[in-house]
């Protein structure tokens, strides 16, 4: 399985590196990293990382073959852009090569409270079949602390796309 997470410039840029180093080892991995977020990611973590301009990456292929991508977190910017076709840099390009290839798209948007225009780009999305999940946490899985919260929005967005874990608390478990 090939996945492919991009990292837009929303606040938490962390949790798409977390979604990223979460993945099983059998899954192949690819990295997409936008301006913005390498200014977040330098702010919050001091990371140095790969610029988003590289449009001819072959991830910007539908022959390359991903099997899903996530944009965690997507900015609203970025968000727009997908939703009217925008492919203006490799994950815009990337989530535009998602939809047009039937492949699983998550977007994780970072920003609260939404504007009309953010929902009805959602919904417009949505209706494309692409998937739409905030990093929303849910407390029966009994969250102690950032780390277990994270935890259950990266296990609830890999379950999502069909991939295996164990990194929250289940409805009904006891483990």
């Known amino acids: 399985m090939k996945v492919v997470i991009a990292i837009s410039g929303a606040s938490g840029a962390t949790l798409g590196l977390k979604a ?74 990337a989530a535009s090569v998602m939809i047009k290839e039937n492949k699983k798209l998550l977007l994780a948007p970072r920003e609260m409270p939404f504007s009309a225009i953010a929902l009805e780009n959602m919904l417009k999305l949505s209706r494309l079949g692409v998937t739409i999940a905030p990093p929303v946490m849910a407390y029966y899985s009994e969250q102690i602390n950032l780390d277990a919260m994270e935890n259950f929005m990266i296990g609830k967005w890999f379950d999502l796309l069909e991939i295996e874990n164990n990194l929250y608390k289940r409805w009904g478990s006891d483990a």
Do not use: Q, Y
Not at 21 to 38: C, D, F, G, R, T
Not at 69 to 86: E, F
């Open 20 to 93: 990223l180093n979460s993945l099983p080892e059998w899954v192949e991995k690819h990295l997409i990293v936008s301006e913005h977020a390498h200014v977040v990611l330098e702010k919050e973590n001091g990371v140095i990382l790969h610029h988003n301009e590289d449009i001819g990456a072959s991830i910007a292929s539908g022959s390359f073959g991903a099997d899903a991508m996530m944009i965690i977190p997507c900015s609203m910017n970025t968000l727009a852009k997908v939703s009217c076709g925008i492919a203006d840099n490799l994950t815009t390009r």
